[in-house]
């Protein structure tokens, strides 16, 4: 159900799962995404591998979506605790739309909306953006990748 909200003085439509709800809401989410980062979620929604964890948070003007950050929920054991781990994903805004507030919009919605109900929020940032994130509290850490080779 799309919603009405005012950012900078201008409105947009806003969906807190865009993913879930209407085929013309998912379709302009998809084409976003698409566009900024070259993937295709619609074979990965079709598998039925997004039903229960991941929540797209999304802008729309009119009928397109300009802008969007992702919730990844991670359940993981934890020294015998249930531990819930957000990962904040796909955050992206039209460059039309750049400039405007919409992201950091995203952020703090999404960040109020997750602070109490998980026990832990991190992302991945690229270079382009590694100075956007620490204006809402997220500190560089040293990444380590590991990979086992199978087949």
Known sequence: MTS???????KYGFVANAIHDVDAVRESYFALVQKMFGLD?????????????????TLFDGDTAVASAGVVKNEFLW?????MYVQISTVATDPDY??????RWL????LDEWRD????????ANDSVVDF??????????EHRYSLPVG
Do not use: A
Request: with cysteine; net charge positive.
């Open 41 to 57: 979620f619609r074979p990965w929604y079709n598998s039925g591998f997004c039903r229960d964890v991941f929540v797209p948070y």
């Open 4 to 10: 009405q909200v005012f950012i900078n003085g201008k």
């Open 133 to 142: 994130y620490p204006k809402f509290g997220f500190v560089p850490t040293h």
């Open 79 to 83: 020294q015998g605790e249930r531990k």
């Open 107 to 110: 952020m703090d919605y999404v």
């Open 117 to 124: 109900n998980c026990d832990c929020i991190y992302l991945y």
């Open 98 to 103: 750049r400039g405007r507030g919409l992201s």
